[in-house]
């Protein structure tokens, strides 16, 4: 496969940013070099982490449990945060700054190169926050499905300690709980993980790759197998494709980051309510999806995406 110089990107204009000319500054990191640092300074990043939790003692801790007391939910939170933080952000970040910082301030930089600069019109939040809900039972009968594919006892281990550490976090009594949570579980998630799996990962490979569906496949399929969470993985891959569509479709860092906002934020404000008895849905709880509800939530999907691809 032969490298091109820039992801493809339709004309756009409105609320859709039309990706400036770019400079050879621009397009001169190949590509390897670019995901090979992105991968060096994830597992640096990660190792400070690892060093921090060591000396602070973190490494000795019980996995959080739903019976864990509030003071616990919070050192989880503190964790969780400072991990991800280091981990995608900053990692990320770092890698975007070092190939696209521009030293002389000539021509775009690493904000161009991100799509950073403008934020997205309200029909463009509306209708991305739309597809995100409208593919929500289509997502959960992929999750019906993979649960159907067996695991190694091994990896079942896993997912389920998993699973209770999250269901410990997602207890929640009281708004400074809840607000913690939005942070922590929704717009950390959504800086971090956008700006390496679409910001880096994306982009890279859109460069590598002629076909933009299938860097978008593989940057979906990346994205969801990071999180090592496997009886998740279609229907996180999903997400990530969706996702991906959006930051290929505008080229605005923004959008994906709504979306991936409005995700993860839309389960911990369900899991909030639930707790406060002001919902009686257990978003925690497998909730089974009929064939025809995710068959009418992907055609609801391809009407949302013709209305996206509309806006001019």
Not at 45 to 57: F, S, T
């Amino acid at each position: 496969m032969t490298e091109v110089s820039d992801p493809a990107l339709p004309e756009m204009n409105g609320d859709f940013q039309t990706p400036p000319e770019t400079t050879p500054r621009m397009n001169n990191p190949r590509v390897r070099l670019v995901l090979i640092a992105q991968f060096g300074l994830f597992v640096f990043c990660a190792g400070i982490y690892q060093l921090i939790a060591m000396l602070a003692g973190w490494d000795q801790a019980p996995m959080l449990t739903p019976a864990a007391t509030e003071a616990e939910r919070w050192m989880t939170r503190i964790q969780l945060g400072l991990g991800h933080l280091l981990s995608f952000g900053v990692a990320a970040f770092l890698t975007v700054w070092l190939f696209y910082r521009n030293i002389s301030r000539q021509g775009p930089d690493w904000r161009d190169y991100l799509g950073v600069r403008r934020a997205p019109g309200l029909p463009l939040i509306g209708l991305t926050v739309l597809l995100m809900a409208v593919s929500l039972p289509l997502v959960l009968f992929l999750l019906n499905i993979n649960q159907l594919i067996p695991l190694p006892e091994t990896l079942k281990l896993a997912e389920k300690q998993t699973e209770e550490a999250i269901k410990g976090l997602l207890q929640m009594n009281h708004a400074g709980e809840f607000v913690a949570n939005l942070f922590i579980i929704a717009l950390l998630p959504a800086m971090g993980e956008e700006l390496m799996f679409r910001g880096v990962v994306q982009q890279q490979l859109m460069r590598r790759i002629a076909n933009p569906w299938l860097a978008l496949l593989i940057s979906a399929a990346v994205f969801s197998f990071v999180h090592f969470q496997f009886e998740g993985f279609l229907p996180r891959m999903l997400l990530g494709l969706i996702l991906g569509w959006l930051y290929w479709r505008t080229h605005n860092f923004w959008v994906p980051v709504t979306a991936h906002f409005f995700n993860n934020a839309l389960q911990v404000t369900g899991q909030y309510l639930y707790g406060k008895e002001i919902s009686s849905v257990d978003l925690e709880q497998d909730i089974q999806v009929p064939w025809f509800a995710a068959a009418l939530s992907a055609f609801l999907v391809w009407v949302t995406i013709r209305q996206i691809n509309q806006i001019k």
